[in-house]
């Protein structure tokens, strides 16, 4: 390689002025927040007393994922703390996500780390080897060490939490005499149905607020990938490019998180091709490649015979379009033939017909009775439910690990 080459490696192309802008997991500036003015006008609400050194009240959150439930408590509660700070109220907050810190001494240690890093602390917290409790206990040390008036502790993914401990505690925090803090909890849940559990599990007192996110439509995911585009350089994105991403999104029930991450994905494919724009073709492919991941993901698991079965099946589909279904034996034909050119022995017959009968393969395949018309019996046929292309890319993607 030469020296002007082994510098172009890290080339970045012209496609990106600020990529940080559409990663997932960057957390955007109130100003930034699209369409959900009275859900920050609520959460507003919740937090208003906190802020001026009475007690937040406790807030449940529902909502499909990507409508950015986590995004607006994360920069109210934010914005919350520089407001208090006018009043000279010391308003702190934890963020937890229970999905990363599922039982309640890991969720009750990232409360206790996250409280020391926001108000930089440098608090050494013991890493394992001490009780739920303890951790908690170390976070309420925290709070009278450093004054605080108000805390809240937003229980992101609250759903994920194998019990109820944690948010017990926070409710019953000040009345037990553990802190002089007013303490409150934003519990936030992708699932709906998790409000009956939740309302069972936890005290009235904690019952002060719910909020519910609706799915985007597709002017509002439109909007909120317009409040992005200076992650691109000026020009870059091609007309259409927006509506088209907004559009997909929405009917995918409103995730704005797919939205800004197809559209992330539509840039890095420009880049890679070393073109000057993001076309919708571009949209196009983000898509599918992100559909052979998925799918990729699904087979990671199964077998190298299930792989075969499926890779048969995808190539009969798409050397018949008109059919509906394939019987086993046809399958099974075409099955051997692909595990022999590997020089490797195929399973009987009737191993692959159960094969594709368990579990019609995670809901990859469908397996349906037809009737065997004139003298013949019903028979099964099996059908897939993706596009060939889409399994045969996976596939040989998987092969290639
Ligand atoms: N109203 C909005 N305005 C701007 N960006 C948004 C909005 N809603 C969601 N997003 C972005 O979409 C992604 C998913 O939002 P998030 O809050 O994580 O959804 P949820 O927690 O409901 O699953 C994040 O990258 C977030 O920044
Ligand atoms: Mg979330």
Redesign the pocket.
């Known amino acids: 390689m030469t020296e002007e080459d082994a510098t172009n490696i890290f080339e970045t192309g012209d496609i990106f002025a600020n990529r940080e802008l559409v ?6 500036q109130l100003e ?5 003015d009275d859900e920050v006008a609520a959460i507003g609400r919740a937090l208003g007393p906190a802020t001026a050194g009475g007690p937040p009240e406790t807030t449940i959150v529902y ?12 920069c109210v509660s934010r914005r919350a703390h520089d407001e208090a700070r006018k009043h000279n109220v010391s308003f702190q907050h934890a963020y937890v996500d229970c999905s990363d810190y599922q039982t309640a001494a890991k969720a009750s240690r990232e409360m206790a780390t996250e409280l020391a890093s926001n108000l930089g602390a440098g608090h050494d917290i013991p890493r394992v080897g001490i009780a739920a409790s303890d951790y908690r206990d170390i976070a309420w040390e925290l709070l009278a060490e450093y004054d605080v008036d108000s805390f809240v502790v937003i229980l ?1 993914e609250i759903d994920k939490l194998d019990d109820d401990e944690l948010l017990r505690s926070l409710s019953r925090a000040r009345e037990s005499g553990k802190s002089d803090s007013h303490i409150g909890a934003m519990c ?1 849940s ?1 699932k709906i149905e998790f409000r009956e559990r939740l309302n069972e599990r936890i005290d009235s007192s904690l019952q002060d607020n719910e909020l519910v ?1 609706d799915p ?1 439509d597709a002017g ?1 995911l439109k ?2 990938l317009e ?2 585009t200076d992650a691109f350089e000026d020009g870059v994105l091609e007309q259409g490019v927006i509506p088209k991403v907004a559009a997909l999104a929405a009917k995918e029930h409103g ?3 797919k ?2 991450d197809t559209l992330y994905e539509a840039g890095r494919l420009a880049e890679k091709e070393g073109t000057r724009t993001v076309s919708v073709e571009h949209v196009d492919d983000a898509v599918r490649q992100a559909e052979v991941n998925r799918f990729e993901k699904l087979v990671s698991g199964t077998t190298p015979h299930v792989k075969y079965i499926l890779h048969a099946l995808a190539l009969l589909t798409t050397d018949n379009p008109e059919q509906e279904g394939f019987r086993t034996h046809r399958i099974y034909t075409l099955y051997t033939k692909l595990v022999e050119r590997d020089g490797n022995d195929p399973l009987s017959e009737d191993r692959v017909y159960r094969l594709l009968k368990e579990q019609s393969f995670l809901g990859i395949t469908e397996s349906n009775h037809t009737g065997g018309g004139q003298g013949g019996g019903s028979y099964l046929e099996h059908r897939l439910l993706r596009a060939p292309e889409i399994v045969i890319q996976a596939l040989d993607d998987s092969a290639g690990d």
């Open positions: 990663r997932v997991g960057h957390v955007p930034r927040v699209v369409g959900r909502g499909k994922t990507g409508t950015g439930k986590s995004l607006v408590t994360r992101d936030i992708n996110f985007y509002q909007e909120i409040h992005r995730d704005a998180r939205a800004i």
